[in-house]
């Protein structure tokens, strides 16, 4: 079983839409939980973090942690071409920072 | 500008040859990382340290060595015993050893075995 595991795609949303991206961890000792966008060819970048069970809303993002579940999701609201790129999801693993196979998003006009 | 600044941005190696990629940050983080990325596939951790003059393996450290001698400065060489070393290499930073704290990437290097 991997750490940090996503669906890798690629995952198709008109435009306009909720994009649904989801992620699931093994240890349950995790505290820490991460999504960086990333777009072909660059780096990824932060654009949320959770530490704590329930929502965090931040803009047209909203991240949601369930730590019984073991099962953290990115919601990426009225979704706009722009959006389209490859979202990895983080984990702290005491030290560490593991990070998740990445979701490729299309956001169709 | 604060930042995390890897150099260089493309680098070809031949068959059989050391090569060493930079990473600079002067964000006055505590930790660093050391990934690699191939394509289509999410982040594999090589190396990280949270503090100067230590360091610790990653998952996938065979074939890697990494230095920590100043704060600022996490430096990782690529050596000839890693089999497969053409892929895209990425540098982050983060605050300290908060389980919370937040990585920063800088822009990566593009590595080719030619």
């Known amino acids: 079983q991997k750490e940090v595991e996503q669906n890798s795609g690629p995952l198709s949303v008109p435009e306009g839409a909720i994009a649904s991206l989801n992620c699931t961890y093994s240890d349950r000792g995790s505290q820490s939980f991460f999504w960086y966008r990333q777009y072909s060819g660059k780096s990824p970048e932060l654009i949320m973090f959770i530490y704590s069970n329930g929502d965090k809303e931040d803009g047209r993002f909203t991240a949601q942690l369930n730590k019984a579940s073991q099962y953290v999701s990115l919601l990426i609201r009225d979704s706009q071409p722009s959006d389209s790129a490859t979202y990895l999801c983080a984990v702290n693993r005491g030290q560490k920072l593991v990070f998740g196979q990445g979701t490729r998003l299309t956001i169709n006009p | 500008d604060g930042g995390i600044t890897q150099s260089p941005k493309y680098l070809f190696r031949k068959e059989g040859q050391n090569v060493t990629l930079s990473c600079e940050q002067n964000l006055n983080h505590d930790a660093m990382y050391w990934y690699r990325q191939d394509p289509g596939q999410g982040l594999r951790l090589i190396y990280y340290s949270q503090i100067v003059n230590d360091f610790q393996k990653g998952d996938i450290a065979e074939g890697y060595s990494v230095s920590r001698e100043k704060k600022e400065s996490f430096p990782l060489t690529v050596t000839s015993a890693q089999k497969n070393p053409t892929a895209f290499y990425l540098c982050?930073?983060?605050?300290?050893?908060?389980?919370?704290?937040?990585?920063?990437f800088g822009q990566g290097t593009r590595l080719t075995v030619v």
């Open positions: 982050a930073s983060s605050p300290g050893r908060d389980r919370g704290s937040k990585a920063f």
